[in-house]
């Protein structure tokens, strides 16, 4: 989930991504309106996102479904649903501002559900952008280790790439070219990266009693420290960017592959089974029993009411039949499809730990669950803010 104060760059970070992994073949732009997660005419008229939108980007390899969620207020509802059906939250932050009361709203919502998170420190190539600043507040706002994980190339409009302590090598421009690390700056690198290797140290028994010896961790064991401390909550790593220049987003996904969390290394789903009350803990395994949570349903002028869900167990099919345990009636499943802004992309399959859509269901709202009749099951309902009006 992409969350973070309106206006920090959500929506132009997602179009980047998307853009880098091949999907589209130029990179839309929220000030004219052609960005694939603002593709409602009120969004584009506006210049700002009202709905969560799914974008999902293939990235060497691995598919990371992006939850690109709205920044003001008054759509928290929208962040709720994303954050519920999230593994993990990327908390995006301005380089000029750092954190703001909407950084302190999404990242309440994020421990509410004990979710590991990362940190990208947005508009870098601004006036008066400073990584460092960015990052005394963010450590002065939230608990956790809170350390850096790339080191900006330049300053404000100079800002040119990133250099990654872990790869320990520089992502120059916006196709992200592999350099060597500039001789002027190594000291500086090699002051972050020692903070970040204590940091993964302290993420695993063995690692941190290696590290007290003085022998030197492997890149492979810094990655495995990092990504357990993530999981478990106590180790924040921060990237840097400027999203809209598309500067230091290829090096952002291969941190996201490399350390959140997949729907296997999450925690379980915990349901309960409708005719008993029973609680039971549900592995994400596309051969479970079949548990998907609808976070977002809307209104399509060509296609009428299209539900959103992830499935949490089980393997949801095309052409199939499920159960609603809220409203006890059964669903017919027509064409599956996967969201991505706007368009639909059909799928015969949507398998635990992924995100798919389905429409024209006649008794399903948002926040239900579908399952299997003769295993019906409810899984925990999103908390929702009370409406203002």
């Known amino acids: 989930a992409l969350v973070g104060h309106s206006g920090c760059g959500k929506t132009s970070l997602s179009e980047a991504m998307f853009f880098d992994t091949g999907a589209a073949t130029r990179l839309g732009r ?4 052609t960005t694939i997660s603002d593709w409602d005419d009120e969004e584009k008229r506006r210049h700002v996102s009202i709905n969560t939108a799914v974008i999902p980007c293939d990235w060497k390899g691995t ?65 008066n952008a400073n990584f460092d600043k960015a990052l005394q507040s963010l450590r002065e706002h939230f608990a956790g280790t809170i350390v850096a994980l790339q080191v900006p190339l330049g300053k404000e409009h100079d800002f040119h790439g990133v250099i990654d302590l872990m790869q320990m090598k520089a992502f120059v421009g916006p196709k992200g070219e592999v ?29 941190i009693m290696k590290y007290l010896e003085g022998e030197e961790l492997t890149p492979d064991e810094i990655q495995l420290g ?50 008993t009350g029973e609680s039971v803990t549900l592995g994400q395994d596309a051969n479970g029993p079949l548990a998907a949570l609808v976070f977002k349903t809307v209104a399509d002028p060509y296609v009428g009411r299209v539900t959103f869900f992830r499935v949490f167990s089980g393997t949801m099919h095309s052409d199939s039949r499920v159960f609603n345990g809220r409203s006890e009636a059964e669903e017919r499943i027509p064409q599956l ?20 859509a389905v429409a024209k269901l006649a008794s399903t709202v948002t926040s239900d669950t579908l399952c299997d009749k003769a295993n019906a099951l409810q899984l925990a309902r999103p908390n929702y803010p009370s409406p203002l009006f």
């Open 179 to 207: 350099q060597d690390i500039p001789a002027n700056l190594k000291a500086e690198v090699e002051k972050a990266r020692t903070q970040l290797i204590e940091a993964a140290a302290e993420g695993n028994d063995d690692l």
């Open 63 to 127: 598919k990371i479904n992006l939850l690109d969620t709205p920044g003001y207020a008054d759509f928290a509802g929208d962040v709720v649903a994303a954050v519920a059906v999230a593994d993990a939250g990327l908390v995006m932050v301005d380089a000029v501002a750092g954190a703001e009361v909407g950084t302190e709203l999404t990242w309440s919502y994020l421990t509410e559900r004990n979710l590991p998170r990362l940190i990208v420190v947005n508009k870098m190539d601004r006036e």
């Open 30 to 33: 929220v000030e004219d309106g």
């Open 337 to 356: 499809f996967t969201p991505r802004g706007e368009q639909h992309i059909n799928v015969d399959v949507v398998v635990a730990g992924d995100i798919g």
């Open 226 to 275: 990092l990504s357990l401390g993530i999981r478990a909550g106590s180790i924040i790593p921060v990237a840097c960017t400027a999203a809209s220049a598309n500067l230091g987003v290829q090096a952002l996904m291969d941190a996201l592959v490399h350390l959140a969390p997949s729907p296997a290394e999450s925690a379980p789903a915990t349901a309960i089974k409708s005719n």
